[in-house]
């Protein structure tokens, strides 16, 4: 976050959690990504179909893995999620 120093990691990226990831989504924007360049979300069991639908709505090429399961790559950037990914969509928090 902005101004809020930098998440812990394995931390779920939506706004206010603070509980451990166990799930990875993977997706990119394809009106300005290429389709080498991945950002990675990490989500709780409670926000990974609130965050798979927050990017499913737009159209975004996703795929949703375990953590345990993802292969750890350098060639895989990670990028935080944006401070409040619902307030994009007037969604509330869960």
């Known amino acids: 976050m902005i101004g809020f120093g930098e998440p812990e990691a394995m931390t779920c990226s939506r706004a206010n959690c603070r509980e451990t990831a166990v799930w990875r989504i993977e997706w990119r924007n394809p009106k300005i990504h290429s389709e080498d360049r991945v950002k990675v979300w990490l989500a709780c069991s409670g926000h990974v179909d609130y965050l798979r639908e927050f990017l499913a709505a737009r159209e975004f090429p996703l795929r949703v893995v375990a953590v345990s399961d ?25």
């Open 70 to 94: 993802a292969v750890p790559t350098d060639a895989v950037p990670t990028d935080a999620v944006p401070t409040d990914a619902g307030s994009a969509t007037g969604g509330a928090a869960s």
